[in-house]
């Protein structure tokens, strides 16, 4: 149960990352809420998964799945350019994050 827990906390980890353009620069209210929100429920589910699962585990694939998340919505909600040497480097992050799990203990 940990590991889903740290699956929703990095996904809430994208939601906030990609709202946060929407702010402006937290002036406008409502995805000022909604980054607050996801932010917090992010925070709130990764000190959960991480009651069982190792910090550094846990931080390291939290970070991993925002990282891929918000470039995944970039790219294809919000039209960011890419190009291979960046879909390779997120191609390294996944296996990274496999890599962290398969070999954690947990």
Do not use: C
């Not at 699956?7 to 209210?29: C, K, M, N």
């Not at 846990?58 to 350019?81: M, N, R, S, T």
């Not at 480097?89 to 070999?103: D, E, R, S």
């Amino acid at each position: 149960m940990p590991w889903i827990i740290l699956i929703i906390a990095g996904l809430f980890e994208v939601i906030w990352a990609s709202l946060l353009p929407a702010t402006d620069g937290f002036t406008r209210w409502l995805p000022t809420a909604g980054f607050v929100a996801s932010l917090g429920l992010s925070m709130y589910l990764l000190s959960v998964a991480t009651r069982t699962i190792p910090i550094g585990t846990g931080y390291a694939i939290w970070v991993g799945i925002g990282a891929l998340g918000a470039f995944i919505v970039g790219v294809v909600v919000k039209g960011d350019e890419t190009n291979p040497a960046q879909v390779l480097a997120m191609g390294l992050l996944v296996a990274a994050i496999v890599a962290v799990k398969v070999t954690s203990a947990h």
